[in-house]
């Protein structure tokens, strides 16, 4: 099969509109009813060449094509919507290690806990998935400049493909509020940084009228193509994994893009019949960010309430009024999902545990490990289940936090956090006795 014998289209996900729209529209929601858009497929795929598709998808491996080196692209029969891939702007993302994780699996009294590592992206982040997507949607569309909002690492990777597609970047980011780590791979990447005066929800409110008004090409996750992109987190798992689903994929949930582009991935496998069952997907918040949570356990679905002053140190997930939240809650329906909420000692904890297994992440992927903790204390999941952490982003994204809980100076708004795991560094006059007896040698 080839993308020729597919076709793709945009598809409105509100299920009173559902209009179609061609790929090459230029729009971000629906132009009829202001819904969110999906990028849909007739697949023209039937049970008899599953098994060669996968065979396919195993042979790329070994090929020498920047294409078939993609951890994105190699699945493109998967997401098959660019009628030339030849054209693909691609640094080799995803193709990121499964790690089984046994101190973070005792800490959360699992029986067994595997983390699909994403920091290890070329940019250190998951975004380097949906961004080859959505940067070569933006070079198909002859656009030349392309823009974000973001809490950092959205922005690092667009600016990265941005340079490599020689296109014109610009960012907006709430001042003061990124860590170091994502802000300097942006002006490293030569994109346009804008410091907004306000927080995440303002840059992405103000970028998204820009964007509507003027030539930029947005490419935050309301874009569906970059969810196209990142639906390769769970393909590459599924293959990892032997197409065998696990019980569980536990995701840090901000803007929400990620849980629903992994939730289309795994409900289009398992309509294509490349999986047998649909796991069941976690989204976590972290507490003071959690409008989402708020959403999941209200009576009434229907009616999302953003926060308006959303707070917490892990800045990556700081959102209040998340654009996806109608396609995450769709893939927490189809999943039989559940969202829960975390404090932040607990994500600072976590954090520092799953750096104990010798992996390390950034904050909001700790996230991940404190939700799955309380779920399995409250028997949501059972200790014999087997689960998956996605880790959405490098430990060194964030150097400033993970000194901080070492050192015992994390505070959020003047209140201190204290970390069961801190690993304060010990100071000694340079005399090797003193140290000896320093370390007990
Ligand atoms: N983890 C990390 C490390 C992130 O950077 C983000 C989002 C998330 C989790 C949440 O994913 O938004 O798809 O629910 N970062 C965005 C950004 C908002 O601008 O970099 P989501």
């Given at each position: 099969?080839?993308?020729?014998?597919?076709?793709?289209?945009?598809?409105?996900?509100?299920?009173?509109?559902?209009?179609?729209?061609?790929?090459?529209g230029k729009f971000y929601t629906c132009p009829r009813c202001g819904g969110l858009l999906d990028v849909a497929y007739e697949f023209g795929l039937d049970d008899r060449n599953i098994d060669s598709v996968k065979a396919m998808f195993a042979e790329r491996k070994s090929s020498s094509l920047p294409i078939d080196r993609?951890?994105?692209?190699?699945?493109?029969?998967?997401?098959?919507?660019?009628?030339?891939?030849?054209?693909?702007?691609?640094?080799?993302?995803?193709?990121?290690?499964?790690?089984?994780?046994?101190?973070s699996a005792d800490y959360a009294r699992l029986a067994r806990l595997t983390l699909k590592h994403q920091g290890l992206n070329p940019t250190g982040s998951f975004k380097d998935n949906g961004m080859t997507t959505g940067v070569t949607q933006a070079v198909a569309l002859g656009a030349s400049t392309?823009?974000?909002?973001?809490?950092?690492?959205?922005?690092?990777?667009?600016?990265?493909?941005?340079?490599?597609?020689?296109?014109?970047?610009?960012?907006?980011?709430?001042?003061?509020?990124?860590?170091?780590?994502?802000?300097?791979?942006?002006l490293e990447y030569g994109a346009t940084v804008v410091e907004i005066e306000g927080n995440f929800d303002d840059a992405m409110r103000i970028v998204r009228e820009l964007a509507d008004e003027t030539d930029l090409y947005l490419l935050n996750s309301i874009n569906p193509f970059r969810l196209e992109g990142q639906k390769a987190i769970a393909i590459e798992m599924m293959e990892q994994l032997d197409w065998k689903p696990p019980d569980w994929v536990v995701v840090p949930g901000g803007n929400l893009g990620n849980s629903s582009a992994i939730g289309k991935a795994f409900k289009e496998m398992?309509?294509?019949?490349?999986?047998?069952?649909?796991?069941?997907?976690?989204?976590?918040q972290a507490e003071g960010s959690a409008p989402f949570y708020d959403l999941y356990s209200s009576g009434d679905r229907t009616v999302f309430r953003p926060v308006s002053k959303p707070a917490t140190l892990a800045t990556a997930i700081k959102?209040?009024?998340?654009?996806?939240?109608?396609?995450a809650l769709r893939a927490i329906e189809w999943s039989r999902g559940v969202v829960e909420k975390v404090s932040e000692s607990e994500i600072g904890d976590a954090k520092a545990v799953i750096g104990r297994d010798g992996?390390?992440?950034?904050?909001?992927?700790?996230?991940?490990?404190?939700?799955?903790?309380?779920?399995?204390?409250?028997?949501?999941?059972?200790?014999q289940e087997w689960v998956i952490a996605?880790?959405?982003?490098?430990?060194?994204?964030?150097?400033?936090?993970?000194?901080?809980?070492?050192?015992?100076?994390?505070?959020?708004?003047?209140?201190?956090?204290?970390?069961?795991?801190?690993?304060?560094?010990?100071?000694?006059?340079?005399?090797?006795?003193?140290?000896r007896r320093l370390l007990e040698l």
């Open positions: 099969m080839t993308a020729a014998h597919t076709a793709a289209y945009l598809q409105c996900i509100e299920g009173s509109c559902r209009a179609r729209y061609d790929v090459d993609s951890g994105v692209w190699r699945f493109r029969e998967l997401l098959p919507f660019v009628s030339d891939t030849t054209k693909a702007v691609t640094l080799a993302e995803g193709n990121t290690a499964l790690y089984d994780a046994p101190r392309v823009a974000c909002a973001s809490t950092g690492n959205t922005s690092a990777s667009m600016a990265a493909y941005a340079a490599r597609a020689g296109m014109r970047a610009v960012v907006f980011i709430p001042a003061g509020q990124i860590a170091y780590g994502k802000l300097s791979q942006s398992f309509d294509l019949g490349f999986i047998d069952r649909m796991p069941r997907i976690a989204i976590i959102i209040g009024n998340p654009v996806s939240w109608k396609k992996i390390g992440c950034e904050p909001a992927s700790a996230a991940t490990l404190a939700g799955i903790k309380r779920l399995v204390e409250a028997g949501t999941i059972g200790e996605i880790l959405t982003g490098n430990l060194l994204k964030d150097p400033d936090y993970t000194m901080n809980y070492h050192s015992g100076r994390l505070a959020l708004d003047g209140h201190a956090i204290t970390g069961r795991f801190a690993n304060k560094p010990l100071r000694a006059a340079a005399d090797k006795d003193t140290i």
